[in-house]
């Protein structure tokens, strides 16, 4: 599969609810930029959870119903 002119994304995960926009002054060494080009401070790596699609599929049905599930995911 050919993927000229296609960006390729770093692999690594960052959370942009614990990270914070950078200012204009902020060394470029300390941020880090997500998909549209906004640069952020912190936002440590991630994890990614891999959820099955049953779960998936029971949230989608589940909002079409008007219920809205959350899931909180901590380290066990």
Do not use: H
């Not at 692999?11 to 998909?35: F, H, N």
């Not at 029971?58 to 909002?63: H, I, K, M, P, S």
């Amino acid at each position: 599969m050919d993927n000229r002119g296609k960006t390729q994304g770093t692999g690594i995960v960052r959370c942009r609810k614990c990270s914070k926009r950078a200012e204009s002054w902020t060394p470029k060494s300390e941020t880090w930029e997500d998909g549209q080009g906004n640069r952020w401070v912190a936002g440590d790596d991630v994890t990614v959870v891999a959820v099955p699609g049953v779960l998936k599929y029971l949230d989608v049905e589940l909002a079409a119903m008007g219920v809205k599930m959350q899931f909180d995911v901590s380290e066990a």
